[in-house]
């Protein structure tokens, strides 16, 4: 059975779906990576995006274009983030 973490409790109270919730979501939804809901966590998410073992290229590029496409929509600066592009 899947733990439930507190970040899926949040993601639950916001009825918002793990692709919505997270950069880089996995199932079971605990296990997902980076939560990007917020102005917040986006930040974060960008910190923490080199630090983070993905499981493959696609799941590190899927999340580096979910971390732009939020940190557009809270109006953060992605300049130096767009110069950790994964290839």
Known sequence: MAKITAMEKKRKKL?????????????????????????????NAMARFNQTDFRSKTEKKTAYSKIIKSAKKFKIDIEDFKKRKPK
């Open 15 to 43: 009825r918002k779906g793990p692709a919505q919730f997270y950069a880089a979501p996995r199932k079971p939804p605990s296990d997902s990576m980076l939560p990007i809901f917020d102005k917040k966590h986006t930040r």
